[in-house]
C-alpha cells in the first residue's frame, strides 16, 4: 500500500471524489463534507493529475463521470463502506439506523405493518421506509432494498422472501354490486383495472391470461393506473378487478378488505428478494431485521 500515497494527493481526496461521484455535483459533495465547492474541485483536479486521467466530464448542467471514473467509483464506493461498516463495529458504535426501500404497495401493505411490529421488540433499531418507482441499488442512502428477481438468481448479501403469486382480486362490495365472476370467460363483462407502471416490468392482464390458456377478447380497459398501489385503493373502492401480487395483497384478503372472485392462480419463474450491498459485511442491526422479515412473510 506504500505506493497509494505516489497515486493520491491525500488519502481524503478518495472521500471527497466518492462524496462527488455519488452525489453527480461538486457543490452538493461539498457541502456533505463541510468544505468548499472550490477546494472539492481542486481536489478532484489534483487527483486527475496524479493519476493522469480525467475522473470527471465538467457541463454547465453539473458533473458526471467518465469511465474511468465510475470504474474507480465502483471499487471504492463498497469498499469504504466496508470500512465504515468495521469502523463502526469496533468502535462499539455500529448503526442502529436501517434504510430500506421498496415499491409503494410493498411498502404501503406488507412492509410497514411488519416493521411497526418489529421497531416494537426492537426500540433500538431505528428503521426508516424509502418508496421508490423504480428499482435501486443498496448504496450509501439505501441499506436494503427489495426486488423481484427469478427463483435461480443468486448474489452475495441477497434473501429470497418469497415466489411471486398472481391471482384476480376485488372488493366484497364490488361482486355484490355486479354478481359473481364464474369463469376467465365471465371476465369481459366486468370493471377491469389495468396497471401500467414505467419503471418496473409488472405482468399484465394479457400475459396472465395467456398463462391460463384463455385465448378469447381482450378485457374492457376499464381504468388505467401507472402505480400498483392505486389500483389496490382502486379494488378497495370497489371500482373493479385487478390482478393481485400475493406479497401487496395476502394481508387486504386475509383481513376481508378483498376478495379473490376466482380461483385461478399463477405462480411464476420469479420471487421478490432482500438484497443488501453484494460487497460488505452485513451489520448485527440489519440482520436482525432481514431474519425478522423473512420469517413473517
Known amino acids: 500500500m506504500s505506493g497509494l500515497s505516489k497515486l493520491l494527493?491525500?488519502?481524503?481526496?478518495?472521500?471527497?471524489?466518492?462524496a462527488a461521484a455519488r452525489l453527480q455535483s461538486f457543490k452538493a459533495a461539498a457541502q456533505e463534507m463541510n468544505v468548499t465547492q472550490p477546494s472539492v474541485s481542486h481536489t478532484i483536479k489534483l487527483m486527475e493529475a496524479h493519476l493522469a486521467v480525467q475522473l470527471f466530464e465538467r457541463g454547465n448542467r453539473g458533473v458526471r463521470l467518465t469511465k474511468a471514473g465510475a470504474d474507480l467509483n465502483a471499487d471504492l464506493a463498497p469498499a469504504l463502506m466496508q470500512i465504515e461498516d468495521r469502523l463502526r463495529s469496533i468502535s462499539g458504535h455500529e448503526s442502529q439506523a436501517i434504510t430500506i426501500a421498496a415499491s409503494t404497495s410493498v411498502a404501503a401493505q406488507w412492509l410497514l405493518p411488519?416493521?411497526?411490529?418489529?421497531?416494537?421488540?426492537?426500540?433500538?433499531?431505528?428503521?426508516?421506509?424509502?418508496t421508490t418507482?423504480?428499482?435501486?441499488?443498496?448504496?450509501?442512502?439505501?441499506?436494503?432494498?427489495?426486488?423481484?428477481?427469478?427463483?435461480?438468481?443468486?448474489?452475495?448479501?441477497s434473501w429470497m422472501l418469497c415466489e411471486e403469486e398472481l391471482y384476480t382480486i376485488c372488493s366484497p362490495a364490488y361482486i355484490k354490486r355486479t354478481g359473481p365472476v364464474r369463469n376467465l370467460d365471465d371476465l369481459q363483462h366486468h370493471a377491469i383495472i389495468h396497471n401500467n407502471e414505467p419503471f418496473r416490468n409488472r405482468m399484465t392482464w394479457q400475459d396472465w391470461l395467456a398463462r391460463q390458456g384463455y385465448s378469447g377478447p381482450s378485457l374492457p380497459q376499464t381504468l388505467f393506473v401507472n402505480d400498483y398501489q392505486l389500483a389496490l385503493q382502486a379494488c378497495i373502492a370497489g371500482e373493479g378487478i385487478?390482478?393481485?401480487?400475493?406479497?401487496?395483497?395476502?394481508?387486504?384478503?386475509?383481513?376481508?378488505?378483498?376478495?379473490?372472485?376466482?380461483?385461478?392462480?399463477?405462480?411464476?419463474?420469479?420471487?421478490?428478494?432482500?438484497?443488501?450491498?453484494?460487497?460488505?459485511?452485513?451489520?448485527?442491526?440489519?440482520?436482525?431485521?432481514?431474519?425478522?422479515?423473512?420469517?413473517?412473510?
Open 242 to 297: 385487478a390482478l393481485g401480487w400475493s406479497i401487496t395483497s395476502k394481508n387486504l384478503v386475509d383481513s376481508d378488505v378483498l376478495m379473490r372472485p376466482l380461483v385461478n392462480t399463477l405462480h411464476t419463474d420469479h420471487g421478490f428478494y432482500m438484497i443488501g450491498p453484494k460487497n460488505i459485511e452485513m451489520s448485527r442491526a440489519r440482520m436482525k431485521y432481514v431474519e425478522w422479515l423473512r420469517r413473517n412473510v
Open 9 to 18: 494527493p491525500s488519502a481524503n481526496s478518495l472521500l471527497i471524489f466518492e
Open 114 to 130: 411488519l416493521t411497526a411490529v418489529f421497531q416494537r421488540a426492537h426500540p433500538g433499531i431505528s428503521v426508516r421506509i424509502m
Open 133 to 157: 418507482d423504480r428499482n435501486v441499488e443498496p448504496g450509501n442512502e439505501v441499506d436494503l432494498t427489495i426486488r423481484r428477481r427469478p427463483l435461480n438468481w443468486t448474489r452475495p448479501n
